[in-house]
């Protein structure tokens, strides 16, 4: 690959991946995609445009893509912003919203990697007449015997493999994260010596068209819906209390229950059909056996019936030793020790060492 399109966010990591690919002597353009307007979020605020030194914890706003454009202009790169917000409203809010109304919890980073920066992304390069896309992602890929590898970021503190493993064949062959192998402090310390305008600017966290993390709200006003109240059970049916709609609560969840107990409460289960929520205890959270479909497999050759891993269930874990059984596009994880909290929605990662097998969506 000679010639590349940047997704430059206006943060710190996809200003320092434009950086270190025209050093390389790429030929480089930038990009930053358009993906909602703020009609699209749950309460339009200040959070929406946060100004120099915010504190803000999202992405894509109006001042993310003047910073964007600042690094681009310094480096002596094209930029342009391209339109996506309806693709963005079809694939990632709306099955976000979707996924709370059926009771899972779904990881809309990873929908919007699939959908939007690997595959939206990638055919616009394509037009334009580039070979791949680069992006400020911590991972890293490899080329082993013709078959493409995706494999952890040396700085595991940072890694984000776990939110990559939709990438096929194909796409690994035209994507660049240049970041994987260093540390966020070097990436930083990059950006002040180019005097980036962004070399001190906040990682985003929060998910982005949720900029104050009220996702009740958000779900309401895009569905147009309003759920209903119901009650709150323990394991054998008996009432505990009220809820105020099944969207308002995941699996896992302690604060915010209101119920008075002797023992501590968390959500063990959500039961939309009766919009119940049931509730238990700590233990009552532990299981050995995940259940997942959509299995992604991109190890390369043909996916085993029967064979030892480790995977992880949420993105902030450490992946666990565990047998992995597959039926199609199904996979059943055994887990040699009980974890905690498997929810409905979220995705289950495998991994080979520091190699990423797959993963897909547990049910």
């Known amino acids: 690959m000679n010639k590349i399109l940047v997704a430059m966010s206006g943060g710190v990591d996809s200003s320092v991946t434009a950086y270190l690919l025209k050093e390389q002597g790429y030929e480089c353009i930038g990009c930053t995609m358009k993906l909602y307007d703020t009609e699209d979020l749950a309460n339009p605020c200040a959070t929406c445009n946060p100004k120099e030194g915010s504190q803000s914890k999202t992405c894509c706003s109006a001042d993310d893509v003047e910073d964007a454009r600042s690094v681009a202009f310094r480096l002596g790169m094209k930029y342009y912003v391209f339109n996506y917000k309806d693709d963005f409203k079809s694939t990632?809010?709306?099955?976000?919203?979707?996924?709370?109304?059926?009771g899972s919890t779904p990881n809309p980073c990873i929908e919007c990697n699939k959908h939007m920066k690997f595959t939206k992304l990638l055919n616009q390069a394509n037009l334009l007449g580039y070979d791949g896309i680069a992006t400020g992602h911590y991972a890293r890929i490899i080329e082993e015997d013709g078959v493409f590898r995706l494999l952890k970021a040396v700085d595991l503190s940072k890694d984000q493999s776990y939110v990559l493993y939709n990438l096929s064949q194909e796409q690994l062959s035209k994507i660049k994260f240049p970041l994987g192998a260093m540390t966020k402090n070097e990436a930083r310390e990059i950006a002040e010596a180019q005097g980036f305008i962004n070399a001190r600017k906040h990682d985003s966290q929060d998910i982005c068209f949720v900029p104050d993390g009220d996702y009740a709200s958000m779900i309401e006003r895009y569905s147009g819906k309003t759920f209903n109240p119901g009650n709150f059970v323990d394991k054998e049916g008996n009432i505990l209390?009220?809820?105020?709609?099944?969207?308002?609560?995941?699996?896992?969840?302690?604060?915010?229950?209101?119920?008075?107990?002797?023992d501590r409460l968390?959500?063990?289960?959500?039961?939309?059909?009766?919009?119940?929520?049931?509730?238990?205890?700590?233990?009552?959270?532990?299981?050995?056996?995940?259940?997942?479909?959509?299995?992604?497999?991109?190890?390369?050759?043909?996916?085993?019936?029967?064979?030892?891993?480790?995977?992880?269930?949420?993105?902030?874990?450490?992946?666990?030793?565990?047998?992995?059984?597959?039926?199609?596009n199904n996979f059943t994880i055994i887990f040699d020790e009980p974890q905690r909290a498997a929810t409905s929605g979220q995705s289950a990662v495998l991994y080979d060492g520091d190699y990423v097998l797959g993963g897909g969506i547990i049910c």
């Open 92 to 102: 990632v809010i709306t099955n976000f919203v979707d996924s709370y109304i059926k």
């Open 241 to 262: 209390g009220k809820h105020k709609g099944i969207i308002h609560y995941t699996i896992g969840q302690r604060r915010g229950l209101g119920i008075p107990a002797a």
């Open 266 to 328: 968390y959500v063990v289960k959500i039961d939309v059909p009766n919009n119940t929520v049931v509730l238990g205890s700590n233990d009552d959270l532990f299981a050995r056996e995940v259940n997942a479909k959509d299995l992604n497999w991109i190890a390369g050759g043909n996916v085993p019936a029967e064979f030892r891993c480790k995977a992880k269930i949420r993105y902030r874990m450490t992946e666990q030793a565990c047998t992995v059984k597959t039926d199609g």
